[in-house]
């Protein structure tokens, strides 16, 4: 594996996830599918925990942040992606079947496994 991949990593994921902040808003907030407010929150907070682990000065508001990326900052690549894993199958799962599968909610679950899976080609190699 490249070394830029490795070091561009974290803003990779940072931009992913604030695609998946987007996805997971238009997901919660839709007017045609009240069944994908759940997954949509869901989302959210794969986002939030995304973005405390990979950029914590960026949701600096979020009070947890900090605690969370400290904790994993001196982590191995195999513990970020079980947990990137973790955050990115548990709304699909709900969602799925609960019946959503707008567009949102699928670009959402896409930008969630491009980061799981951006750690675990670093974790491979």
Known sequence: MDRWVES???QIAT???LVLVL???LTAISPFAIHCILPGLMQLVAAAVILSIEAPSFVAFLSFARGVGRFIEGKPYWFKTSIY??????????GVSMGCFGPA????????LGITALF??????
């Open 15 to 17: 931009a992913l996830a």
């Open 105 to 112: 909610f699928i670009l959402g679950f896409l930008a969630s």
């Open 23 to 25: 996805c997971g808003l």
């Open 120 to 125: 675990g080609l670093l974790v491979l190699g």
């Open 8 to 10: 561009w990593s974290s």
């Open 85 to 94: 894993a973790v955050v990115t199958l548990v709304p699909f799962i709900v």
